[in-house]
Nanobody
Framework: QLQLVESGGGLVQPGGSLRLSCAAS????????IGWFRQAPGKEREGVAC????????YYDDSVKDRFTISRDNAKNMVYLQMNSVRPEDTGRYYC??????????????????WGQGIQVTVSS
């Protein structure tokens, strides 16, 4: 059974950088698609970046393109989200989610069957 644990969140100033980590256990990620989603208070969970592990394909929401980068470390069974030039609207609770369909569907969080507990990112001066 796949388990996901996020880390690396916190408070960051606008324009700053932050790296989120998602540690996977219970299974290797080779057959999964794994994505980062965020949820602000009162809003639905939205996808920001996704990676199909087997072929390395990546997908980004337009709001984070050219600022965020999703990457993986196969040896450590980890997935990262490098967040640069962050904005106040990037504030939210960030979750990593995975599915075995190898589907990256940023518009539909329900495609994922496994989720971490989430971690808070606050962008504020």
């Amino acid at each position: 059974q796949l388990q996901l644990v996020e880390s690396g969140g916190g408070l960051v100033q606008p324009g700053g950088s932050l790296r989120l980590s998602c540690a996977a256990s219970g299974s290797t990620l080779d057959d999964y698609a794994i994505g980062w989603f965020r949820q602000a208070p009162g809003k639905e969970r939205e996808g920001v970046a996704c990676l199909v592990v087997r072929d390395g394909s990546t997908y980004y929401d337009d709001s984070v393109k050219d600022r965020f980068t999703i990457s993986r470390d196969n040896a450590k069974n980890m997935v990262y989200l490098q967040m640069n030039s962050v904005r106040p609207e990037d504030t939210g609770r960030y979750y990593c989610g995975a599915n075995k369909f190898r589907l990256c569907v940023l518009s539909d969080a329900q495609v994922n069957d496994w989720w971490g507990q989430g971690i808070q990112v606050t962008v504020s001066s």
